[in-house]
Every structure is written in C-alpha cells, then in structure tokens.
C-alpha cells in the first residue's frame, strides 16, 4: 500500500513539473493564431490600371488578390456594369461625346451608348480605348482566364439584386461559392439575404458620419442581417475591431494604400483590406512576421 502512495506522489510531482515544458512545445507547434488578412483588389488593381477595366481586374488576378472588387449599377436598358462613379464624366471622355447629356448620369444611358466611350485614357494614354465592361464580360473574362479569385460585389444601388443574382447563377458563381457581397444600402443587402445560398457573406458597408454616429448600436443592427462591416480606414481602432468581431461581424477596412497604414492594421487582427495595390501583401506578411516572430 505504502509503495502506491509513494508512486502516486513521484507521478503527480513529474506532471505538474513538466506541464509548462509540455504547453510550451505544442505551442510552438500550433501553426499561428494570426487571422489572415485578405487583399482585396479595390475596383481591380485601380493603382495601376484605370479602375473597373478588364486591365485592372487582370493585373489583380495577376498580383493575387483574395478578391476582385466590382461595383456594380445598372444602365438605362437594364444591362449590368462595372462603374464607380454615379455620373460618367470622371473615368470617360462622356463630356467629348455627348456634350449635351450633362451630368451623364449612368443610369440615363443605354449600354450601346456607354461602349462608345474610352474608360482607359482618363488614368494613362496607354489604356486608350479600354471599355466599361459589362459584370458578365467580367465573369467570362475570369472563367477564361482561370482566375480563382472570387468576385466582391457592391450593389451600387438598390434594386438589381436579383438580376446580379441570376447571372452569378448562371455562370455557377453562386453555386461555387465565388461570391460576397457589399453594400452602403441595408435593403439590398436584405434583399440578397433571400436569393443566396448559405455560406455566401454580406458585408455593411459604412462611411464616417456612420461610423461616429454610435459604434455599440450600429454593429447590434448590423449582426442582425449582414456577416461583416465595411469600415473607412479613418475610423477604424482596436475597440472597432474587437466590438465587430464580439458580435460575430468580420471587418472589412477601405482604402489601405500607404504602407504605414498596411503595418498598423496588421496589429489591429482586421479580416480584410480594400487596396488599390493588392501587389503589396508581401508588407503585411512582413510586418506579421515582424510582429509575430
Ligand atoms: O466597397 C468598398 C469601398 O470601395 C467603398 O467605397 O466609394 O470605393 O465604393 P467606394
Ligand atoms: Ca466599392
């Protein structure tokens, strides 16, 4: 009896004195903990080719963006596009063309009528002639091309819903799951909630006057309908983050371009970056590893 007490006592002695050497090595095992941080490219690589052009989103399937950022509105003819900017004039020679359709709002032309003008020269002679793509010639661009970065939609305004949905579907992006959503407009994100499959996320997207207008309600709203937050890189802190990701939202910040601002979100754990550079994931690996070592 005497002899399994004392074994009993050698036992318990040797296991609390290894336990910290035991943690520590399975530690060092365990791949990081970090969160990756996604590299979205903002309106495709838009630092180096005009924004939403075939050229752009190339350049960021090349530099291997997790996504590829399209907006997207609707023309007077109800033909899906790939546009930013609710009026022409800024990235098209609109003006030249049609002098006289001040304030070339998108949506008052039809597709024929924007495929005549040049979406390229605005941001360098080189890109003359490139067109505003439709989001279907972007897709068939990206099957083609066996670009395997999924496609981050924004609805740029309420109401197409259901047309992007049909024509995800009808080229098997919704089914593959190479999809996630975004939106300013809450409706159209509740709208999409229906048409989608599970699995597919929508992010809020929020500007600044939201943003400061009361952190603690605006993520309880959010958590009701959306996956995550889109926030302005001028809002975003630590207490954002850990207050979105408590309710369960990923973050999403626009627009990271400035490698400063790439290291300090690195330290924020934040779930995605919209870059106009998605060339530059190699500074937010470095300065994980810098972080991190
Ligand atoms: O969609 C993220 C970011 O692009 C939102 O701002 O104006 O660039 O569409 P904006
Ligand atoms: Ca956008």
């Not at 899906?80 to 070339?104: G, Q």
């Not at 495929?115 to 890109?127: K, T």
């Not at 992007?164 to 709208?191: D, N, T, Y």
């Not at 400061?212 to 890189?233: F, K, N, T, V």
Request: a positive charge; aromatic letters at 8%.
């Amino acid at each position: 009896m005497r002899r399994i007490t004392v074994f009993r006592l050698c036992f318990c002695a040797w296991f609390l004195l290894s336990l910290p050497l035991v943690l520590a090595s399975s530690a060092a095992r365990q791949p990081s903990s970090q969160p990756k941080t996604d590299i979205i490219a903002h309106r495709g690589a838009s630092g180096y080719a005009p924004e939403h052009t075939l050229s752009s989103y190339r350049l960021a399937a090349c530099m291997q963006a997790d996504y590829i950022e399209v907006d997207v509105q609707m023309t007077k003819d109800r033909k899906l596009i790939a546009m930013h900017d609710a009026t022409l004039a800024r990235t098209t020679n609109a003006e030249t063309v049609y002098p006289r359709r001040a304030p070339w709002r998108v949506n008052d032309f039809s597709f024929a009528e924007l495929r005549r003008l040049d979406a390229g020269s605005w941001f360098d002679p080189r890109f003359a002639g490139e067109r505003i793509p439709t989001l279907e010639e972007v897709i068939q661009m990206l099957k083609a091309e066996r670009v395997e970065a999924p496609l981050y939609i924004e609805t740029k305004q309420p109401g197409i819903e259901e047309a992007v949905v049909h024509l995800l579907k009808k080229h098997g992006f919704l089914q593959q799951r190479r999809v996630m959503f975004q939106s300013f407009h809450p409706e159209s994100l509740q709208a999409l909630r229906p048409l989608i499959p599970y699995g597919i996320r929508l992010i809020q997207l929020v500007g600044k006057k939201e943003a400061h207008s009361g952190r603690d309600e605006l993520l309880q709203q959010i958590a009701i309908y959306a996956d995550g937050i889109g926030l302005p890189l001028s809002v975003v802190t630590e207490e954002w983050v850990r207050a979105a990701h408590g309710r369960g939202l990923i973050v999403h910040v626009y627009t990271v371009n400035e490698p400063h601002d790439l290291a300090r979100l690195c330290t924020l754990g934040v779930d995605g970056l919209f870059t106009d550079y998605p060339d530059r994931p190699g500074r937010i690996a470095a300065c994980r590893r810098l972080l991190h070592h």
